[in-house]
């Protein structure tokens, strides 16, 4: 079983930053891709960022030049690095991690509880 924990989430401003992580724990032996996809209220939910192991991020349009995607694969964490918040980031931020192997196979994909992030204007 894998478990996704995500923290870093809250209130901020429009212009500040926030930095979320999120911790994959288990029997893990490595992890494919981990990113992020949040859902607004009312909105579908849309994947913001995602890097696979040994690449460099990829983002979504809104959030290119603001956000950053990185990972630690000895720790089987990845972090999402948001600046320049605006109060359209407003949503929901969702931990994933897809290809994961462990000691009891290999899991497609896993998903955290979320945590909320909100910019206010």
């Known amino acids: 079983q894998v478990r996704l924990m995500e923290s870093g989430g809250g209130l901020v401003q429009a212009g500040g930053s926030l930095r979320l992580s999120c911790a994959a724990s288990?029997?893990?032996?490595?992890?494919?891709?981990m990113g992020w996809y949040r859902q607004a209220p009312g909105k579908q939910r849309e994947l913001v960022a995602t890097?696979?192991?040994?690449?460099?991020?990829n983002y979504v349009d809104s959030v290119k030049g603001r956000f950053i995607i990185s990972r630690d694969n000895a720790k089987n964490t990845v972090y999402l690095q948001m600046n320049s918040l605006k109060p359209e980031d407003t949503a929901v931020y969702y931990c994933y991690a897809s290809g994961v192997v462990t000691v009891g196979g290999v899991i497609q994909s896993a998903w955290g509880q979320g945590t909320q992030v909100t910019v206010s204007s």
């Open positions: 890097i696979i192991r040994g690449g460099s991020g």
């Open positions: 288990g029997s893990i032996f490595s992890l494919n891709a």
